[in-house]
């Protein structure tokens, strides 16, 4: 290879890498907790949040969600301190990431990319159902009719096969919670259009897209935004 190939190959797989001190991920160790939600699982593989899963606090998650996605306060700190009452570590004030399995807390009946309680293990990433998911996202972005129809369908096919399937009120509101989070956090505060391939590496890798363009929202992302987007994926639904 001619000296200017080489330097040309060099400088582009240096700014390929992380830059900015952007947290590098690594893959969990087998002793390290794990949650059913991808972006906790997330921070915690890139150190937002502690890598081991263990003793984490509101603090914590107010400060990590900042840091990572510009995650307002006012929108972590609802879910944060139900997280919280499902705490094992023997501190109320902190849980470690795999309290949060325990079902009709947070944990609900058809996640998106995880199977129901009734079968066993309703928080390690299935790619089945996943993939059968993900069938609705067919563009390079993502549509509130294609998130909301993603969404509807999961909780049909969810109900036609698990017995004990059961959803409360609350719980088909956070889970339009959880879409309107990956609609705004990886697409448009306003618009939706979540990236396709930016929320395929959320859930399958449990790694942030930096590598690929992602970078977190320069505004904050608040309590209403969410709202407003929960509002947007209703309509469409
Ligand atoms: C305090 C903050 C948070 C807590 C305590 C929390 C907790 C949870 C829990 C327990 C679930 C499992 C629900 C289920 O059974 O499907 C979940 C799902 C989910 N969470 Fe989080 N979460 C938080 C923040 C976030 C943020 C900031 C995002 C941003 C993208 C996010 C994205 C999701 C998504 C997309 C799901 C659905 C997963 C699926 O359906 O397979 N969460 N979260």
Redesign the pocket.
């Known amino acids: 290879m001619q000296l200017k190939y080489l330097l040309f190959a060099i400088v582009s797989a240096v700014s390929a890498l992380p830059s900015e001190n952007f947290p590098i991920w690594l893959p969990p160790n087998p002793t390290d907790r794990r949650?059913?939600?991808?972006?906790?699982n997330t921070l915690a593989n890139h150190g937002f949040l502690p890598r081991n899963g263990v003793n984490v606090s509101l603090d914590d998650?107010v400060n990590g969600?900042s840091e990572s996605?510009n995650?307002a306060a006012d929108a972590?700190i609802t879910?944060?301190e139900?997280?919280l009452t499902t705490s094992t570590t023997g501190n109320a004030s902190t849980f470690n990431l795999d309290d949060?399995d325990k079902h009709h807390i947070?944990?609900?009946d058809a996640?998106?990319?995880?199977n129901d309680f009734y079968f066993g293990d309703?928080h390690t990433f299935n790619s089945t159902i996943w993939d059968h998911t993900a069938t609705y996202f067919t563009g390079p972005t993502i549509s509130f009719t294609e998130a909301a129809a993603a969404r509807s369908n999961r909780i049909a096919r969810a109900a036609a096969v698990n017995p004990q399937f059961n959803m409360t009120a609350t719980e088909h509101t956070?889970?339009y919670f959880?879409?309107a989070?990956?609609m705004g956090?990886f697409g448009n505060l306003t618009t939706g259009n979540a990236v396709t391939n930016w929320v395929e590496i959320?859930?399958r890798q449990e790694r942030l897209p930096y590598l690929e363009g992602w970078r977190k929202s320069t505004e904050e992302i608040t309590f209403d935004d969410l709202v407003y987007l929960v509002d947007q994926l209703t309509a469409a639904t």
């Open positions: 949650s059913p939600c991808p972006m906790l998650l969600l996605i995650l972590t879910p944060g139900i997280a949060l947070l944990e609900h996640s998106l990319s995880r309703d956070n889970s959880e879409s989070l990956y956090v959320l859930f």
